[in-house]
């Protein structure tokens, strides 16, 4: 689920913090775990992986190398390791809190629930203020009562289907798929069955088709998505959607060719213990569920649900007008009255286009990562100049939309007309009180992105399944909305052919041969279909003039790359949706001729509209994402649900049987013809009790709102100082904010033209890419402007900026010319004028010298003010190896020049620089001798003092990542090349 991945990756950051925090032991363990933890901050994983075990070879039973070597191996996935490690920390201090937050995270990973509690309880036990634990235990003991739940659903609905097939048998012998719902439901759960078995047989194949991707090629602010990749698992589980349809149409026709009773029986009681181990198998695991404690805090909200239910369903069988108003009423109150706030981070990919757009750009310019429309009608919103918390109001108006239309839908669709309302408070509980955050907090997920199906569905009620007007919206949508409306293209291109196939069949019969029968329904489709085909025609090149492509570029790029694409779950509830697809398409087909043709096709291009829609839930196959579609899933649930009360008043003959009597069948009939009715309050019952600590704790959020005099809560405070930056950016050609965060905020409220394709900041991936990008800017006399500096350090060190400005915590690069006060070395590895460098920025810069000769040489100007143990270079290699200077802790004005020979530090050298001079320092280093100048002063020349090691080593000028002082002076001229 979404929140145990977000769980997870907090986890790790936070067992960092505690080994940091916790570290007591030598200077050299001390030295190896801080390069180790600076490699997991990166994302570096294996390579942290790596420098732990180096230094457990010398010191095997240190607390912090084995913990860091269990948070490397948590972060690539290998919790086996992960966990032994964990042990072994804690068998060397028993009192080591961190190794117990790694044990327990790489056993939630694994599943290990029983794991997770017990040694969460043993951790909180040496350390109850320890919330990591805390939060894992709670998920833990709520995950082992999912489980039980789910195996009590299991056995329930097991011990039902077994009643009806009993019962089935006992009335029936007809055949099995023309006049059984269950023989229908029993053919998809077998096919379903198959496909779950051999999906996860070939999921090793299916999940290695993915690009290569390093973790530490990708922008920090993704890395933690970069290990959650499923190679094809979203066409294959699209195909296998499709398929199961086909395959159970399939089974059924030929289940029905065998005549035999006996043979119809033996195929029904095989199909139905089918589905019975299927469901066994896979659970019963609604997303983001949660079975809260203690039970009894559920009746007040099952009591508080049963009330509003009863009320509106009276109103609407007495005094319809009168309950419409109070449906508009309650939606209103449930939608239009935030519960969080908005996430600013998520309205950027849609605010970021629609400023782009406002400022000039042409849409083929413009990074669209959700589409158009929802960006074209927030660049209304904000040339209107509304407040920018205000603009969750769009998707709020989106969501009322489609909950009301759904309803009204479903009072048009259904046959029971007791079901809408039970369909229309479940679908309100689900998605918009069950779901992780409010829908709307976050636009992308709200009925504006995901649920234009509604629009479809119902011209397909209304109009007709070849009517122009279904051409003309999906023209539109291919236009403003396309990465759903080619989805949604594909599904209106496989229901004309269900619907084609079936004019065939029909047209067989009166045509008297297949191939004149062929022609006529050709020419029959043709003859309706082709308005539709021009329209859709004709938008896809529309989509090609204004976009320079038909497929949506951020479809493609993360396609690629496959960031977040999170493998399906065994027991994802997904796997009891896909059983249902089939079992509506099975039940409308057989009834197609008892039923209205536009209920009939209806409820086969909602089957797949549906399969479509899963498409967004097996891109990223987070648990939430089934709760973000679910309007159409709660739908065709409850369509299920009405077929089965449509199926129950179908009389079916006894072939044979001797006819029972009217008392005897009479409750059973009864029964039958309430199974939707009461199945539909048994769905909305169990609903209540599964979210209702979640929609008790965003209700009482509403109502205090509601009290405060607001429908809107305003976002999170952000940093921004728009003065600040203008007065960096003076004398620039533009701004580029570099900030992954809130960059848009400095576009919308300084009125900054926003350059590049990739807007947001946070669109951005790949490391490279991003530095490129930059260089190009500064090339440009663009000023790139950094506000959380510590996340942009290695980002920083791949530019080629030479100058630097601080103002109220923005940092501001250019590359300007400037006279270099040293000569330039055209074989060196760096030559960079820094005429005024970033202080307590970052690095400047980064390389590897060469395994011989080399020279560094640098102009240096300290300040009086240099705090003790910051550095100016570090050159290192692995533990003690290496070379670093530093200000001196008790010496004012020196400087120690330190060098290691990788098992221990001598300090040579103490240089003495005054302050608020310019230096020349050169250090000069070979196999076997050594050079030190000082402004033109021979300090040193001759042996190296220790036996320094030759090996590639990263070098750094000014502040490494991994240190909190910095050097306050000025840098400048850096030159690294061959002695």
């Not at 732990?52 to 191996?73: C, E, H, M, Q, Y």
């Not at 900041?761 to 006399?781: E, F, N, P, T, Y």
């Not at 601080?806 to 590359?815: E, H, I, S, V």
């Not at 033109?936 to 090996?951: A, I, L």
């Amino acid at each position: 689920m979404m929140l145990q991945r977000i769980a997870q990756s907090i986890v790790l950051i936070v067992v960092t913090l505690l080994t940091v925090t916790t570290m007591h032991a030598a200077e050299s363990v001390e030295a190896i775990a801080s390069k180790a933890i600076a490699a997991i901050n990166r994302g570096e994983y294996d390579l942290a992986v790596t420098m732990s075990k180096t230094g457990l070879k010398t010191w095997p039973r240190d607390p912090n190398l084995l913990n860091i070597a269990a948070v490397g191996f948590n972060g690539i996935n290998q919790q086996d390791s992960a966990i032994a490690y964990s042990l072994k920390a804690i068998a060397a201090a028993p009192a080591f809190v961190p190794a117990y937050v790694s044990y327990a995270a790489a056993s939630s990973k694994l599943k290990a629930w029983d794991d997770v509690v017990e040694y969460c309880d043993r951790g909180l036990e040496l350390n109850a203020n320890e919330s990591t634990l805390s939060f894992l235990r709670q998920q833990a003991r709520n995950e082992l009562r999912m489980q039980v739940w789910s195996r009590l659903t299991a056995v329930f609905i097991s011990l039902l289907l077994v009643l009806v097939l009993v019962m089935k048998l006992r009335f029936s012998t007809s055949g099995l798929m023309q006049t059984s719902s269950l023989a229908a439901l029993g053919a998809a759960g077998l096919v379903s069955l198959i496909h779950y078995h051999v999906f996860f047989a070939l999921s090793d194949v299916i999940w290695s088709f993915k690009h290569p991707l390093s973790i530490a090629d990708v922008l920090p602010h993704v890395r933690g998505f970069v290990l959650e990749r499923d190679g094809i698992e979203g066409y294959v589980l699209f195909a296998q959607t499709i398929l199961s349809i086909l395959f159970a149409v399939l089974l059924g026709k030929a289940s029905n060719a065998l005549t035999a009773p006996i043979w119809q029986r033996s195929i029904l009681v095989v199909a139905v213990a089918a589905t019975i181990v299927y469901i066994v198998t896979v659970g019963v695991y609604p997303p983001q569920a949660a079975i809260i404690e203690p039970f009894s805090d559920v009746l007040p909200m099952l009591i508080g649900v049963a009330t509003i239910t009863a009320l509106i369903y009276v109103l609407h069988k007495y005094v319809p007008r009168v309950g419409t108003f109070v449906v508009a009423i309650l939606l209103f109150a449930c939608c239009y009255v935030a519960s969080e706030p908005i996430s600013l981070v998520d309205y950027s990919f849609i605010l970021a286009p629609a400023i782009r757009m406002l400022q000039g750009a042409q849409i083929h310019d413009i990074y669209l990562q959700y589409d158009l429309l929802p960006s074209l009608i927030s660049a209304v919103w904000l040339k209107l100049e509304l407040r920018l918390e205000t603009v969750e109001i769009i998707g709020q108006t989106a969501m009322f939309i489609c909950m009301i239309g759904a309803f009204g839908f479903s009072r048009s669709l259904f046959r029971d007309q007791r079901l809408p309302v039970i369909f229309l408070v479940t679908m309100l509980i689900i998605r918009i009180y069950a779901n992780m955050h409010n829908p709307t907090a976050l636009l992308q997920v709200t009925s504006l992105r995901l649920d234009w199906w509604l629009l479809l569905a119902a011209l397909a009620y209304y109009r007709g399944a070849f009517d122009w007007t279904l051409g003309a919206a999906l023209g539109v949508l291919l236009i403003v909305h396309k990465n759903f409306a080619i989805i949604y293209l594909a599904c209106y291109t496989l229901f004309c052919a269900v619907l084609a196939f079936q004019r065939l069949r029909d047209n067989s019969a009166s045509a008297g041969s297949w191939a004149a029968s062929i022609k006529f329904t050709v020419s029959e489709v043709a003859r309706v279909l082709w308005p539709n085909v021009t329209i859709i025609l004709g938008a896809l090149c529309v989509n090609l003039v204004i976009f320079g492509s038909i497929l949506p570029e951020s479809a493609l790029l993360y396609q690629k790359l496959g960031l977040g694409m999170l493998p399906v779950d065994r027991h994802s509830f997904y796997w009891l949706v896909a059983m249902v697809l089939p079992t509506v398409f099975l039940m409308a087909s057989h009834l197609r001729k008892s039923l209205p043709r536009n209920y009939v096709e209806t409820s086969i291009f909602l089957v797949f509209l549906a399969a479509g829609s899963l498409m967004y839930f097996f891109g990223r196959s987070h648990e939430n994402n089934l709760l973000n579609i679910s309007s159409i899933l709660v739908l065709l649930i409850f369509l299920l649900l009405d077929l089965l009360g449509i199926r129950t008043g179908i009389s079916e003959p006894a072939h044979g049987r001797k006819e029972t009597s009217s008392r005897t069948t009479a409750p059973f009939i009864r029964l039958r013809s309430n199974v939707g009715f009461i199945l539909g309050l048994a769905l909305l019952t169990s609903a209540v009790v599964h979210y209702s600590g979640t929609i008790a704790s965003r209700v009482e959020s509403q109502a205090q709102n509601l009290r405060n005099g607001r429908f809107h809560m305003p976002p999170k405070s952000a940093s921004i100082d728009v003065d600040a930056l203008r007065r960096l950016a003076a004398g620039s050609s533009g701004i580029y904010v570099l900030d992954f965060k809130n960059d848009f905020l400095y576009y919308t409220l300084g009125g900054f033209q926003m350059p590049g394709f990739f807007n947001p900041c946070g669109a951005w991936v790949m490391k490279a890419d991003l530095a490129a990008h930059i260089d190009s800017l500064l090339q440009r006399r663009t000023t790139v402007i950094a506000q959380d500096l510590i996340q942009q350090t290695e980002l920083l060190a791949m530019t080629k900026h030479n100058f630097s400005k601080l103002d109220n915590g923005l940092y501001a690069f250019t590359n300007e010319s400037s006279q270099p006060m040293l000569p330039t070395r055209p074989a060196s590895m760096i030559d960079v004028v820094i005429p005024r460098p970033l202080g307590d920025a970052a690095v400047y810069r980064t390389c590897t010298p060469p395994d011989d000769t080399f020279t560094i040489e640098f102009m240096l100007k300290p300040t009086s003010s240099e705090t003790p143990g910051s550095r100016v270079l570090t050159m290192l290699g692995g533990g003690k190896l290496g070379i670093v200077m530093q200000t001196a802790a008790d010496r004012p004005n020196s400087y120690l020049l330190g060098i290691g020979n990788g098992s221990a530090w001598k300090v040579p050298f103490v240089l003495h620089l005054l302050p608020d001079q310019w230096h020349h320092v050169v250090l000069g280093f070979n196999a076997t001798r050594m050079l030190v100048n000082v402004s033109g002063n021979v300090v040193y020349e001759g042996p190296v003092p220790t036996s320094f090691k030759q090996t590639p080593m990263q070098l750094t000028i000014g502040r490494p990542p991994d240190v909190s002082e910095f050097f306050k002076g000025d840098i400048r001229d850096v030159v690294v090349g061959n002695w």
